[in-house]
């Protein structure tokens, strides 16, 4: 399990209800309940130390985003766009991100818990210290990433991509999937249990014969 796990942020006792999406803003100690940011676009936003809970941003595009210390619980983030963003201590808790685009992000001491990430894409990100559990993460796209201390427990990972991201140390055993991607290069070193490797093996053109 991660190391380090991002505590919730401690809010002052007199902290707001809402927040705007301004480019270039700063938003620190805010708690942020039920209200929907879809379909704006915002570049430069800076977030610190909040939480937001049922916050909606359908198709909503942050450019060059910062986030750190933060909670995000109940959210619907389907097709947000955060590409190239920085992300520092922040929990996804219960969280809808079909189809959500983290690409290129840099994400630091992060976890995604019991979170909808169909079809999410996770290519060519910097991954350090980083949690998936309990996630539905059927069709992502881990191309090309980079990373240190990911840990994947109890995910469904079926038809995800990993090609040219470097494997060895990576433990899939306790994730569900009936085909995935990977580069034949890259496997050596990968952990996974009997049923898994099975899966592998066909998924790479070999013909597994029962005697």
Same mark, same amino acid.
């Given at each position: =399990? ?28 805010? *708690? ?24 909606? =941003? ?14 995000? #619980? ?13 992300? *520092? ?5 219960? @969280?809808?991100?079909?189809? @959500? ?8 001491? @992060?976890?995604?818990?019991? @979170? ?11 991954? #350090?210290?980083?949690? !998936?559990?309990?996630?539905? =993460? +059927?069709?992502?796209?881990? !191309?090309?990433? +980079?990373?240190? *201390? ?14 040219? +991201? ?12 009936? #085909?995935?991607?990977?580069? =034949? ?5 990968? #952990? ?20």
């Amino acid at each position: =399990m991660i190391k380090n796990y991002p505590a919730s942020p401690i809010l002052p006792k007199n902290f707001t209800d809402d927040f705007y999406l301004e480019d270039e803003a700063v938003v620190e100690d805010v *708690h942020g309940i039920e209200f929907d940011y879809s379909y704006l676009t915002c570049e430069n936003l800076v977030l610190r130390r909040s939480i937001l809970e049922k916050i909606t =941003m359908q198709r909503t595009k942050l450019i060059r985003f910062e986030a750190s210390n933060v909670v995000f #619980k109940n959210c619907d983030f389907s097709n947000l766009e955060w590409i190239g963003g920085s992300f *520092h201590q922040i929990v996804f808790e219960n @969280c809808k991100l079909t189809g @959500c685009n983290f690409a290129e992000s840099y994400l630091r001491d @992060c976890q995604f818990k019991d @979170c909808l990430i169909n079809f999410g894409s996770f290519s060519a990100t910097n991954l #350090k210290n980083v949690a !998936f559990e309990n996630c539905q =993460m +059927t069709d992502s796209e881990f !191309f090309e990433v +980079t990373w240190k *201390h990911l840990f994947l427990t109890n995910n469904e990972l079926d038809n995800s991509n990993w090609m040219r +991201t470097k494997l060895a140390g990576l433990d899939f055993t306790g994730n569900q999937f009936g #085909k995935i991607a990977f580069s =034949m290069e890259q496997l050596k070193g990968l #952990k996974v249990d009997s049923y898994q490797a099975l899966i592998i093996a066909a998924g790479l053109g070999l013909q597994i014969v029962e005697g």
